[in-house]
């Protein structure tokens, strides 16, 4: 037991601890010489809150400005990453956040923070603060790094509704919604292809195609006719099944592009594509630029 305590206590940057606190961490950004990146695992949810200074989040296939004080949502599916918005070094202040799936899970709080859109690739992930806002939610982060050295054995709980405080900030400053009305068949037909779509999202390795490919495949996974699908999916969103496919693929292969060094040839084959020339076809088609020239920029 003393050696673990020993191993616990000479880890730096938070690197060996065990159950719960394997499963969050909080910090001042910069500290201990610790990089953001250093957290930019799959398997992690973060949220920053930045301070001060000029900063550009690269976000999926998005370019996001932050010149003020901001709360920064990055999803674990998501490919992110940070530099600066003026070509200098990047450098920034504030404290940051991690935490996993499963911390997140307890006490069944994920349930409804899953639908919002905070954790979504489509969502908003920066949010400006105001001086009020900015006041509450770094007191946060300061009672959260306070807990985290405590001996209080129930010190993981309180900082579970610290944590839970700190996104609910969030999801307040977002656009109110109105309740959603009663859902006719087109509606849920269409709620459940793009969640079906969704969830194919995104690609994990360059050896595991899409099964899904075409508005077919999703109509006979969701047991109706293709035919049925499409009138359904036009009707609520204006859009047909094959347009939706398509910019999802899009969207994705940008991001596979400007964040990994897989190969035109692999991506285009994960995306289902069998031949490269196929893909570089359709992307020119839809994007209108090569993947080259994606990469290249």
Not at 105 to 123: C, I, N, P, V, Y
Not at 140 to 147: C, G, V
Request: hydrophobic content about 40%; overall charge neutral.
């Amino acid at each position: 037991m003393e050696d673990l305590d020993l191993i616990e206590k000479s880890a730096h940057c938070f690197q060996a601890i065990q159950v719960e606190s394997a499963q969050f961490r909080v910090a001042a950004i910069g500290e201990n010489k610790c990089k953001l990146t250093s957290y930019n695992r799959r398997d992690f949810y973060k949220i920053t809150l930045v301070l001060k200074g000029k900063s550009q989040l690269l976000y999926a296939n998005r370019d996001i400005e932050i010149n003020k004080p901001a709360l920064v949502f990055t999803n674990p599916l998501v490919p992110y990453s940070w530099g600066s918005s003026d070509g200098e070094e990047y450098e920034e202040a504030g404290y940051f956040c991690v935490f996993s799936n499963d911390f997140l899970h307890a006490g069944d709080r994920m349930g409804s923070l899953q639908e919002s859109t905070l954790f979504k690739a489509g969502g908003n992930p920066v949010y400006l603060l105001d001086e009020e806002q900015l006041k509450y939610i770094s007191s946060l982060f300061i009672r959260m790094r306070s807990e985290i050295d405590s001996e209080y054995y129930f010190k993981y709980e309180l900082i579970r509704s610290q944590l839970n405080l700190l996104i609910h900030e969030a999801i307040k400053m977002q656009p109110a919604v109105a309740y959603p009305a009663p859902q006719n068949a087109a509606s849920r037909i269409a709620k459940l292809f793009i969640g079906l779509l969704e969830k194919q999202f995104p690609v994990d390795s360059p050896q595991r195609p899409l099964q899904l490919k075409k508005a077919g495949d999703y109509a006979e996974k969701l047991t109706v006719h293709v035919n049925h699908l499409n009138a359904a999916v036009q009707e609520i969103t204006g859009k047909s099944t094959t347009t939706h496919i398509n910019e999802r693929i899009i969207s994705e292969a940008k991001s596979l592009l400007k964040h990994t060094d897989w190969s035109v040839a692999e991506i285009a084959f994960c995306l289902g594509f069998e031949y490269a020339s196929y893909f570089n076809n359709f992307f020119k088609k839809h994007a209108g630029v090569t993947p080259a020239g994606i990469r290249n920029n």
